[in-house]
């Protein structure tokens, strides 16, 4: 199905078309039994959702409301702030933790004359067989 | 978990609630009585505008013990605030968009407990149950709304103010605090991802 038209059918669904878009509209639809369909599939999702969309709150709501503003209001714990506050600081820290991890990685590899992760990390390069060599790991 | 939230419907005593809500007065007239002190002004408030911030809480999080607790909240900040509140966008409005902040955060800190694993406050379905029978929804309706909590926050904060609220799109972005062209996008996103959930489903009929 082209996108075009179904992002106009889409947008028919939210406002008044153009007279134009909406002539193209209902040309397409006219042509096209798969873009009908798709049409009836939106306007049904409309429907449904409004038809059982009628919620109310468990009775004595008013109560609980005056109730809780009596008692002083805001009853929640502390802990969501707190985790609040932490996920605040985390990311904030997170970021600066990658840029200075960036910043380092850049300055490694710009001082090395290979490119290698060992040198990107400025890790000292070593054999295998050298780390297990005693002088080695005496005076690597 | 999602379907624990679902089609609960609670009995509203729509008798009593009419009846107190037969007194004629404007908004403008509760919310001045309840800076005076009037609890039972503020209390009227609360019976007038309550379908309307549950449409949009339960809309959000669903029908459950958490919804009422936001909802509770969206009326205790709104009280907090009398004194600052000058009307210019209306009691209904402001509230709703009290509501929606307070659903979002809500979503936040459900991802965040599933993250840490930490036990869901007042979700105990039993509990709900027990105090509220269900409503029996057609099958249709009932895995629209479960598609619906699948969306994200910001997608599914638009389908709840647009679909299920009916609100225009002009209404929606300033609730939000987003353009209507954002909306318009989220929308039709929204729909595509709706659609997508829901292909199993209708292609079995």
Redesign the interface.
């Known amino acids: 199905m082209d996108k075009k038209v179904t992002?106009l059918l889409?947008?028919s669904?939210?406002?008044a078309l153009s007279d134009e878009e909406q002539k193209w509209l209902d040309e397409a639809l006219a042509r096209s039994g798969a873009l009908r369909k798709e049409k009836e599939?939106?306007d049904?999702?409309?429907k449904?959702?409004?038809?059982?969309?009628?919620?109310?709150?468990?009775?004595?709501?008013?109560d609980?409301?005056?109730k809780?503003?009596k008692a002083g209001?805001?009853d929640?714990s502390l802990l969501?702030p707190f985790?609040d506050a932490l996920?605040y600081v985390f990311r904030r820290v997170a970021a600066a933790g990658v840029v200075f991890a960036l910043a380092v990685i850049v300055l490694n590899l710009g001082s090395s004359e290979t490119i290698s992760l060992a040198n990107a990390f400025g890790i000292p390069e070593a054999k295998l067989a050298d780390v297990f060599d005693p002088f080695y790991l005496l005076n690597p | 978990m999602i379907l624990r939230c679902l089609i609960i419907e609670p009995i509203e005593d729509s008798h009593v609630v009419n009846e107190n809500i037969k007194t004629g007065q404007s908004d403008e007239e509760l919310i001045a009585a309840a800076r005076d002190g009037d609890d039972e002004a503020f209390r009227q408030l609360v019976r007038k505008h309550q379908s309307r911030v549950a449409a949009t809480v339960i809309g959000m999080l669903g029908q459950c013990l958490e919804a009422d607790d936001i909802g509770q909240e969206t009326f205790i900040r709104f009280y907090n605030a009398l004194d600052h509140f000058r009307g210019e966008s209306g009691v209904e409005t402001y509230l709703t968009r009290i509501a929606i902040n307070l659903s979002l955060n809500e979503l936040k800190r459900r991802k965040r407990r599933n993250w840490l694993f930490l036990p869901m406050p007042g979700r105990s379905e039993e509990t709900f149950e027990a105090r509220t029978p269900r409503l029996e929804l057609n099958e249709e309706a009932e895995l629209l709304h479960q598609a619906i909590e699948k969306l994200k926050p910001e997608f599914r904060s638009v389908v709840v103010l647009r679909m299920l609220e009916e609100r225009s799109t002009e209404e929606t972005a300033a609730l939000l605090g987003i353009s209507e062209g954002t909306v318009k996008s989220r929308l039709a996103r929204a729909h595509h991802k709706l659609k997508k959930l829901l292909q199993p489903y209708l292609g079995e009929k």
């Open positions: 992002d889409y947008r669904c939210q406002s599939l939106i049904s999702f409309f449904t959702a409004r038809s059982s969309h009628e919620p109310s709150f468990a009775p004595f709501f008013d609980r409301v005056m809780k503003i209001g805001d929640s969501e985790l996920e």
